[in-house]
């Protein structure tokens, strides 16, 4: 169930060792890491319903390691949030995945529309289905939801799986170091970017 993310995070980490100062190496580089933790999110997804194992520890510990190291986020985060979306879906101020900062996303139907005829908030809701296109994907999902957890860990100071997350985190950019040459400081800057989406 991992071995794709693990594949992908293997060939992103060996084209990089194999060709530091090749751009095209490490354009491909991050599309494979990408992939590798679009891939962990969702195998981390499945494991927070408790559906990979017959045993319940087994879910949790393959979610915290999935999660922290190959996915790159808090698994305690993820799972508060998730709890919270299954509580009350598409309830706005209840619903993390719908409650954003202005509240710049609605679900459904008739939720968009009706509220956009109110004129509350700032955006033309009933038109969201076409600038949410291109903005969901880039913004809400990548910066939004890296400044929740952030906020979550210092809060809870969930420091069991975030530490172990810096340290990964930190023999990736150690690793970087020892592929610096032309190209590699700038390049080093644009994977550790893309690393996080």
């Not at 710049?104 to 004129?119: H, Y």
């Not at 340290?167 to 970017?193: P, Q």
């Amino acid at each position: 169930m991992t071995g794709i993310g693990i594949l992908f995070e293997g060939a992103g980490i060996a084209l990089l060792w194999l060709f530091p100062a090749s751009w095209t190496a490490w354009i491909i580089a991050v599309v494979c890491i990408f992939i590798s933790g679009a891939h962990m999110q969702e195998v981390g997804h499945d494991l927070g319903h408790y559906s990979c194992f017959k045993n319940l520890k087994y879910n949790y510990w393959a979610q915290n390691i999935t999660f922290t190291f190959l996915g790159g986020q808090s698994s305690s985060f993820w799972n508060k949030r998730h709890n919270e979306h299954h509580s009350k879906p598409s309830v706005i101020s209840k619903d993390p995945d719908v409650t954003f900062p202005g509240n710049v996303i609605l679900l459904g139907n008739d939720m968009p529309k009706d509220v956009g005829r109110k004129g509350k908030g700032m955006l033309p809701y009933q038109y969201q289905h076409i600038y949410l296109t291109i903005a969901f994907p880039i913004f809400l999902l990548t910066i939004g939801f890296n400044i929740k957890a952030s906020i979550y860990l210092y809060k809870n100071l969930a420091l069991k799986w975030t530490v172990s997350l810096q340290n990964y985190e930190l023999i990736k950019f150690l690793f970087s170091l020892c592929l610096k040459n032309k190209k590699g400081s700038i390049m080093a800057n644009v994977f550790f970017l893309c690393d996080g989406i």
